[in-house]
């Protein structure tokens, strides 16, 4: 399964260092993402991430969240990430899968999944966002994002450069292009379009728009009625 690729594959060490070679304009992404999620939430507000890795963004979300909680399939992610947070007393780190949430209905003010995550765990999407939204309160807000079809080639710069590392397999371009990346040990990275998200989200009792941020990200943002 390619989830198991980040559960097993490219997670702890291996999954921090696709941050820590990551290309300027990558890094303006990264920060313009988080810096979006951190001013969305509330002061004060039970904060839930899905997809955390080792916690890269937790630190951000803090500064505002009253408590906020990551969760990950992958351990050496948890474990990483509860060794770099440790000094944050509110920040929990728990190994857990985005589908099958093991928190109470509305439970949380704000549910992020960032950085394409609704494409790159590899399940069903729709459960996917049923399931955040589940656990979000009324008037909470959930929040997914994917590619900016702008981001392309410093997307593909990115994943070239994690391929020259050996962090993923080698890029088959015969398969790549029109938002797809494909490499030739079966990984394959795609995302959402604002007419998927549509699709997606056209049965919630929900408010639902569509935000460009950045010319590298579209922001999916939930609120719960």
């Known amino acids: ?3 198991a690729y980040y559960k097993d594959g490219l997670s702890g060490d291996k999954l921090k ?3 820590e070679i990551a290309p300027h304009r990558v890094r303006q992404y990264l920060r313009a993402e988080a810096g979006h999620v951190a001013n969305v939430i509330s002061q004060g507000a039970e904060v839930l991430e899905l997809g955390c890795g080792y916690g890269r963004i937790l630190p951000e979300l803090a500064k505002k969240a009253g408590n906020v909680v990551g969760v990950d399939t ?14 944050l007393s509110h920040c929990r780190l728990l190994c857990m ?6 928190f109470r209905d509305s439970r949380f003010d704000c549910v992020v999944c960032i950085q394409n995550g609704i494409s790159a765990f590899h399940v069903d999407k729709r459960d996917l966002v049923n399931e955040a939204v589940r656990v979000t309160r009324p008037g909470g807000k959930v929040l997914f994002s994917t590619y900016s079809e702008r981001f392309w080639n410093d997307r593909l ?3 070239e450069l994690q391929a020259g590392e050996g962090l993923l397999g080698e890029i088959d371009y015969e398969k790549t292009g029109n938002g ?3 490499c030739k040990d079966g990984f394959t990275a795609t ?3 604002p007419g998927d998200f549509r699709i997606i989200t056209h049965d919630l009792d929900a408010d639902v728009d569509l935000i460009e941020l950045d010319g590298s990200s579209l922001f999916c943002e939930i609120t719960v009625l």
């Open 1 to 3: 399964m390619v989830y």
């Open 17 to 19: 260092r696709v941050y």
């Open 191 to 193: 995302t959402v379009s």
């Open 180 to 182: 797809v990346i494909t």
């Open 97 to 102: 899968d985005a589908v099958l949430l093991g």
């Open 157 to 159: 710069e990115w994943f």
């Open 74 to 87: 992958s351990l050496a992610n948890i474990k990483l990430g509860m060794k770099d947070l440790a000094h």
